[in-house]
């Protein structure tokens, strides 16, 4: 079983609207999460990093939410635009460079 | 671009070919890794390079053979690939391998073995 679920798996939202993807991971210890986000064809780019001392973090119209105690995490996107449809990835680093990847969230934005 | 570099970034190769993908990064990071991202799942970690010297080796087939030469250039080199070795092959560099900082992706070679 992998050690970072997302869900859901795809969504199909309208231009202007907001969105919320989860990730729920089991990785112990933890050192920091991250969302990326990567656009077809090409490689994931970071979008926010969080230690777990941090609740929330923002970037843009991205803000990313931590609770380390329920081993959540969420992505809100706001008013999304055309240009936000891609692949979101959570990605939890344990220690070093071994990262545990979730499958990704398949985000639409439709006009 | 990111700083990460891969070339080809399309590539369709039959099984018999022998192919190799270049990855290169100005970033000064002294660690690169590949990784293997199939449809609908995870990536997965299939080399390590600290140094150029290959810290880790996820059981991958021996049909893929990376090569590291110095800490800027990283190869992976195929040979008598399956089908199911269709996939995107992304490069990525960090700071050094104690840690993550600065992890970057490149923008991936999308292989397809016919």
Not at chain 1, 93 to 103: M, P, V
Not at chain 2, 31 to 53: C, I, N, T
């Amino acid at each position: 079983k992998n050690q970072v679920e997302q869900s859901p798996q795809s969504l199909i939202i309208l231009e202007g609207k907001n969105c919320t993807l989860q990730c729920n991971y089991t990785v112990s210890p933890f050192s920091n999460l991250r969302w990326y986000k990567q656009d077809t064809g090409r490689g994931p780019v970071s979008l926010t990093i969080m230690t777990f001392s941090e609740n929330t973090k923002s970037n843009g119209r991205y803000t990313a939410t931590l609770d380390a105690d329920t081993k959540q995490s969420s992505l809100h996107i706001t008013a999304s635009q055309l240009s936000d449809s891609a692949s979101y990835i959570c990605v939890v680093s344990k220690d070093g460079y071994k990262l545990s990847f979730g499958a990704g969230t398949t985000v639409t934005v439709r006009a | 671009e990111t700083g990460v570099t891969q070339t080809p970034r399309h590539l369709v190769m039959g099984m018999t070919n022998k192919k190799s993908l270049k990855c290169e990064q100005h970033l000064g990071h002294n660690a690169m890794y590949w990784y293997k991202q199939s449809a609908k799942k995870p990536l997965e970690l299939m080399f390590v390079y600290s140094l150029e010297e290959r810290v880790e080796n996820n059981s991958v087939p021996s049909r893929f053979s990376p090569e590291c030469p110095n800490s800027s250039h990283l190869f992976l080199h195929l040979h008598t690939l399956q089908p199911e070795d269709s996939a995107l092959y992304l490069c990525a560099s960090s700071a050094e391998t104690g840690n993550d900082r600065g992890y970057t992706f490149g923008s991936g070679t999308r292989l397809t073995v016919v």
